[in-house]
C-alpha cells in the first residue's frame, strides 16, 4: 500500500493546488464582472467555497504528510495569472470564461471522484468525507453553468449587438 499512499498524496496536493489555481482565477475574474450580476454572485459564492475547499485540503496535506504542496500552488497560482492575461483583449471574455469554468469544474470533478476512490482503497474514511462534500459543490457549480451558459450567451449577444459594455 506504499505506492498507493504515495499516489493518494500526490493527488491530494495536486488537488490542492488545483484548488489555489481556481482561487486566483475566480478573484480575479469576479474583479472583472460587471454586467452579469447572477454570475458575479455565483461566482462569488464559489470563490468562498473554493477557499474552504483549499483549507480542507491543506488539513489533510498536513495530517498525511505534514508538508505544504507550496511548489505546486505556486505553480497553480501563475498558471491562472497568465491564463487570465489574454481575457484583457478579448472581446467575448464573460462567454469564454464561463466555457472554460465549466470544463475547469469538470475536471475538478475527475480529481474528487479520483481522491474518493484512492482513499476507499486506503481506508481512509475521513478524507473520503471531505472529497465527498467538496464533490457536491463542484457538481452544483458545474450544473449551474450548464444551466446558465445559454442565458448568459444570450445577454452577451444582446448587449454586443446594441454596443453596450458586454465583454465583461
Known amino acids: 500500500m506504499t505506492h498507493a499512499k504515495d499516489n493518494f498524496i500526490a493527488w491530494l496536493k495536486s488537488a490542492h493546488a488545483m484548488e489555489e489555481q481556481a482561487i486566483t482565477s475566480l478573484t480575479a475574474q469576479t474583479r472583472r464582472l460587471e454586467n452579469y450580476p447572477d454570475l458575479k454572485a455565483r461566482m462569488l459564492e464559489h470563490l468562498d467555497e473554493t477557499r474552504r475547499q483549499a483549507e480542507a485540503l491543506q488539513t489533510l496535506l498536513n495530517d498525511f504528510s505534514g508538508a505544504p504542496s507550496t511548489l505546486k500552488d505556486i505553480a497553480g497560482r501563475i498558471a491562472a495569472t497568465v491564463h487570465g492575461i489574454p481575457a484583457l483583449v478579448m472581446s467575448d471574455e464573460v462567454v469564454k470564461f464561463t466555457a472554460q ?34 464533490l457536491a459543490q463542484e457538481t452544483a457549480m458545474a450544473t449551474w453553468l450548464e444551466d446558465n451558459l445559454d442565458p448568459i450567451t444570450r445577454v452577451f449577444l444582446m448587449r454586443d449587438e446594441r454596443d453596450l459594455q458586454a465583454k465583461r
Do not use: S
Request: overall charge negative; glycine content about 2%.
Open 101 to 134: 469554468a465549466y470544463a475547469f469544474e469538470h475536471l475538478e470533478i475527475a480529481t474528487y471522484r479520483m481522491l474518493i476512490t484512492a482513499a476507499d482503497e486506503l481506508g481512509e474514511t475521513e478524507a473520503q468525507a471531505v472529497f465527498k462534500r467538496i
